[in-house]
């Protein structure tokens, strides 16, 4: 069954690093996502991309967050300069228009 | 703004119960979807079902069984004759008519006891 992949599974940093986050979404898929959760809280929207660019963010989407699809099969997610508040795990997520998401399984990030 | 609560923080059963989880949801918008994703420990968000506002239809998909309405603005869950590998975080979400964007309740932690 298809699936969305995400590497690294975990990545630890120093606060002040860049960091990105690498997803392979479905290959039929159209709209690509990133949503986090910081540990034991809800899930939350960060950005959806569609068409080579975004179509939505969050607020918490800040200038330090971007994404970029550079080639047909990834999707990444840079943060230029880690927070210790980033610590959280990271998910993608796929869908084609019938807004059925399917996620990765995540990618943790530790800021220290 | 769409919101969604799970107003049950943790449920905790014995292994056969059934176990229903409650979803209550505000939006605007008169086209919606719902959706239900289960988190086991090991972190992973897995897909369960996703509901469109025209649908009020329940479904039934093995042990599991989701009810709609509309009119109280609930989407239910139950897990039925429970297992312990039920034992996971649920996580109702919404989503909007013409972008993709979920919007997540607080989470349940159902703990399946043997």
């Known amino acids: 069954e298809p699936e969305v992949t995400q590497t690294p599974s975990h990545q630890v940093t120093q606060m002040g690093q860049e960091v990105i986050l690498r997803c392979v979404p479905i290959s039929n898929h159209l709209y690509f996502y990133w949503y986090r959760q910081i540990l034991g809280q809800k899930v939350e929207f960060l950005v959806s991309f569609y068409n080579n660019e975004i179509s939505e963010k969050s607020e918490i989407f800040d200038d330090q967050f971007s994404v970029e699809r550079p080639d047909g099969s990834n999707f990444t997610l840079k943060i230029r300069s880690t927070k210790l508040e980033d610590s959280a795990m990271y998910f993608c997520a796929s869908s084609t228009n019938n807004g059925e998401l399917f996620f990765g399984e995540g990618s943790r990030l530790t800021v220290l | 703004a769409q919101k969604v609560t799970q107003a049950q923080t943790e449920i905790s059963v014995v292994e056969k119960e059934d176990v229903t989880l409650d979803c209550v949801y505000e939006t605007r918008d008169t086209t919606y979807y719902l959706f239900w994703y289960k988190q086991p420990p090991s972190g992973e968000l897995v897909f369960l079902i996703r509901?469109?506002?025209?649908?009020?239809q329940n479904e039934i998909s093995g042990r599991y069984s989701w009810n709609f309405q509309k009119s109280t603005s609930s989407f239910n869950f139950t897990i039925t004759a429970s297992q312990v590998v039920d034992s996971a975080v649920y996580f109702c979400?919404?989503?909007?008519?013409?972008?993709?964007?979920?919007?997540f309740g607080a989470g349940t932690t159902v703990t399946v006891r043997a």
């Open positions: 509901r469109n506002s025209f649908d009020e």
């Open positions: 979400a919404l989503g909007g008519p013409n972008d993709y964007k979920l919007s």
